[in-house]
């Protein structure tokens, strides 16, 4: 594992809590809000052969290199996450093209489909990434995805890597064993479970007015965290039998990645207070697979001053610039 050009943020920054909350609220949001303003994205309906439906928003860069990144946000998060947002601008600002795209019945699109989401569903995110690559042309393709999305992105490179003409693919701070990262967001400070229960709860609040045949309402009031919400629907709404099962199948442990024909870089920081990082070493690394893992980060955060810019913008653009 290397260290690529360590991030080091100033002595203030150091606390993994504050890396992760600023990752998302405070000044990033605020310029985020103002960006999205700014940006004249186009909005696209991708779909998938299966049928699935997924939108994203599409941002043409004045200065285009030739490139296009696909940016997945997290779990809960959408195209419109702030650290979405402020990244896809950093990267227009660096002459690529940038095509954000939202999971399902994520960033309001409960209603495009009627199957509710999991998190083994990488089929159709590649599907919607090849829906693209048929109506808009690119020399070079690039995949990134942050927490829950560098899951996704990581499984696509390995899956559909070749087939989607991926040039090179980065995941940052990705779930490398979902039972642990499960256990983890139990056991650290009390407000990331709230946060993530609330979401997931609103999200499948939405999708019931869109589908009202599916009659949780009762069982959804009933809950009271996480692990209530996995046991109420992963057993009744994936197609697994049990929770192990399901998180198991998403899992980025052992030879799962070994697929890896593009290069590919995987982010990570050991003070994640969500992701173990010891989870990393029990990845069978791959020839195409770069793990860097920083000493700060937090997850998803790498913030380096008070204004809340992130390492993560100018580290993906080294990395993409040298598959150019």
């Known amino acids: 594992m290397t260290a690529n050009n360590p991030f080091t943020p100033p002595l203030l920054l150091r606390n993994p809590h504050i890396q992760s909350i600023l990752n998302s609220?405070?000044?990033?949001?605020?310029?985020?809000?103002?960006?999205?303003?700014?940006?004249?994205?186009?909005?696209?309906?991708?779909?998938?052969?299966?049928?699935?439906?997924?939108?994203?928003?599409?941002?043409?860069s004045?200065?285009?290199?030739g490139g296009l990144i696909v940016l997945v946000h997290g779990w809960e998060g959408s195209s419109r996450s702030a650290y979405v947002v402020t990244t896809a601008n950093y990267l227009l600002?660096?002459?690529?093209?940038?095509?954000?795209?939202?999971?399902?019945?994520?960033?309001?699109?409960?209603?495009?489909?009627?199957?509710?989401?999991?998190?083994?569903?990488?089929?159709e995110v590649a599907g919607a990434i090849s829906d693209f690559s048929l109506k808009?042309?690119?020399?070079?393709?690039?995949?990134?995805?942050?927490?829950?999305?560098?899951?996704f992105a990581l499984r696509i490179a390995a899956d559909h890597?070749?087939?989607?003409?991926?040039?090179?693919?980065?995941?940052?701070?990705?779930?490398?064993?979902?039972?642990?990262?499960?256990?983890?967001?139990?056991?650290?400070?009390?407000?990331?479970?709230?946060?993530?229960?609330?979401?997931?709860?609103?999200?499948?609040?939405?999708?019931?007015?869109h589908f009202p045949e599916y009659d949780f309402a009762e069982a959804l009031d009933s809950a009271r965290s996480i692990n209530d919400m996995n046991e109420l629907f992963i057993t009744k709404y994936t197609p697994f039998d049990d929770i192990e099962s399901y998180f198991l199948s998403y899992a980025l442990t052992g030879d799962r990645l070994a697929n890896l024909s593009t290069p590919t870089h995987l982010i990570a920081s050991m003070d994640d207070p969500i992701i173990p990082?010891?989870?990393?070493?029990?990845?069978?690394?791959?020839e195409q697979l770069s793990i860097e893992v920083q000493e700060f980060g937090g997850h998803c955060g790498f913030i380096q001053n008070l204004a809340a810019h992130s390492w993560v913008e100018p580290r993906l653009v080294e990395i993409f610039n040298s598959h150019l």
Request: glycine share 6%; proline share 3%.
């Open 62 to 65: 004045t200065s285009a290199n």
């Open 161 to 209: 890597g070749e087939r989607l003409n991926l040039s090179a693919t980065v995941g940052i701070c990705p779930p490398v064993d979902p039972v642990n990262a499960m256990i983890a967001l139990n056991r650290t400070v009390f407000f990331y479970e709230k946060y993530f229960f609330y979401r997931w709860s609103n999200s499948l609040k939405k999708k019931l007015k």
């Open 277 to 286: 990082i010891a989870d990393i070493d029990r990845i069978n690394r791959p």
């Open 136 to 151: 808009y042309s690119y020399k070079k393709i690039f995949l990134s995805g942050f927490s829950l999305g560098a899951n």
């Open 93 to 123: 600002q660096q002459g690529f093209d940038v095509l954000r795209l939202n999971l399902r019945d994520h960033g309001d699109t409960q209603h495009l489909n009627q199957g509710i989401f999991n998190s083994t569903l990488t089929d």
């Open 25 to 60: 609220v405070g000044p990033r949001k605020i310029r985020a809000n103002r960006l999205v303003q700014r940006l004249n994205s186009e909005t696209l309906i991708l779909t998938a052969k299966d049928g699935t439906r997924l939108k994203g928003e599409y941002d043409r």
